[in-house]
């Protein structure tokens, strides 16, 4: 079993839709929670980071994360053109001396 | 100001022969990383630096040797490289957790291809 599963799509949405990104993971030593955004021949930029379950909002942007089930999302509100990107999901234990990458999802955000 | 910074952006060459990636982060971070990425998009780590001293090196063919001359340097040299070894390069950096730390910042990327 992959620590990390990620669907890489692509996903295909109209302006203005809510996108729903997931990740699942298998090692329950993971506490640290992340997405990162990653334009095309770019590096990946930090989007939100969490470390408990619950919810976590910063403007369209709200990270969800689920320990019990191992399971993490990104909803984007609103989404616009400019949102279209790989989305990554990442994962760390508590001393940060690994990261573990999902595959990432393709977004396309249609005007 | 960029963070952290990779040259080359682009490197082209042939199989068999020696490059090096150098990498540089101006943020005062502990941590430095480097990340393989294929053509797939996924990002895998290969070497973990944390104050000059190496303590991730994942599985990594031993052509592959990171140096880190100071915390703020990791260099990547490549040896013998191989159709494989065609990726963009990732250097990426960040702060002791206790210090607070966690996010990671990424450079631009190097862009390796072997024909």
């Known amino acids: 079993q992959k620590e990390v599963e990620q669907d890489p799509g692509p996903l295909s949405v109209p302006e203005g839709a809510i996108v729903s990104l997931n990740c699942t993971y298998s090692?329950?030593?993971?506490?640290?929670f992340m997405w990162y955004r990653q334009y095309s021949r770019k590096g990946p930029e930090l989007l939100m980071y969490?470390?408990?379950?619950g919810n976590k909002e910063d403007g369209r942007f709200t990270a969800q994360v689920d320990k019990s089930s191992k399971y993490i999302s990104l909803f984007i509100r609103d989404s616009q053109p400019s949102d279209s990107a790989t989305y990554l999901c990442?994962?760390?234990?508590?001393?940060?001396?690994?990261?573990?990458f999902g595959s990432g999802t393709k977004l396309n955000v249609k005007p | 100001d960029t963070a952290v910074s990779q040259t080359p952006k682009y490197l082209v060459t042939q199989m068999g022969n020696d490059k090096s990636i150098k990498c540089e982060q101006n943020?005062?971070?502990?941590?430095m990383y480097w990340y393989k990425q294929d053509s797939k998009k996924f990002l895998k780590i290969m070497f973990s630096?944390?104050?000059?001293?190496?303590?991730i090196n994942e599985t990594v063919p031993n052509r592959f040797s990171p140096k880190s001359p100071d915390k703020a340097h990791l260099n990547l040299h490549i040896n013998s490289l191989e159709l494989g070894d065609s990726a963009v390069y990732f250097c990426?950096?960040?702060?002791?957790?206790?210090?607070?730390?966690?996010?990671?910042?990424f450079g631009p990327g190097t862009r390796l291809t072997v024909t």
């Open positions: 969490t470390y408990s379950s």
């Open positions: 090692n329950s030593a993971f506490q640290y």
């Open positions: 630096y944390n104050n000059k001293e190496l303590i």
């Open positions: 990426a950096s960040s702060q002791e957790p206790r210090a607070g730390g966690g996010e990671q910042y």
């Open positions: 943020l005062g971070h502990d941590t």
């Open positions: 990442a994962f760390t234990i508590y001393n940060f001396n690994k990261f573990y």
